[in-house]
């Protein structure tokens, strides 16, 4: 007489196992990808919007802003400080990644880091002014961030 059998040998129960993590890889590997791509989503996002009020400023000034007026390298220039001058809401200012203590994700470091926004200012007329003045514009601007899918993205101004 034949006994019936309990339950899995051992290499039907490594076949499953091993089919589990396959399939576990792939959903990790397509999750993070969707991830990626979505925090890449925001951030053109939040850099469209940045770039509408930066030009609605020159619209409005017939200059853009200075260098140090936005800038998160120059004390007071926080993320309300900076919406309030660009007419945009504070969360604007900040893009998927930057570090949570940080109210105003741009900066002067170039190549931008930890999620941040490089703003290079320049002016034709008075550069100085443009990087150093609160008082002072610029006459073009070059906004970078980086991009997990694609690196280092590049944004100029309409009025060059």
Request: glycine share 8%; aromatic share 6%; charged share 15%.
């Amino acid at each position: 007489m034949k006994r019936a059998r309990a339950g899995f040998t051992i290499v039907e129960l490594l076949v499953a196992i091993t089919v589990m993590v396959i399939i576990a890889g792939i959903v990790t590997l397509t999750y993070s990808g969707v991830q990626r791509n979505s925090r890449d989503s925001v951030r053109e996002s939040t850099i469209f919007t940045i770039t509408q009020a930066l030009e609605k400023y020159y619209d409005k000034n017939g200059e853009y802003p200075s260098v140090r007026s936005v800038a998160n390298n120059y004390a007071g220039n926080t993320g309300s400080t900076v919406a309030a001058l660009l007419g945009v809401e504070p969360s604007v200012l900040v893009l998927p990644l930057t570090p949570s203590a940080t109210t105003n994700a741009l900066t002067t470091t170039d190549p931008p880091k930890n999620d941040g926004i490089t703003y290079i200012g320049y002016s034709s007329i008075n550069n100085s002014g443009c990087q150093s003045s609160l008082s002072g514009g610029c006459t073009r601007y070059t906004l970078k961030y980086i991009k997990e899918q694609s690196g280092t993205t590049t944004v100029t101004s309409r009025h060059n």
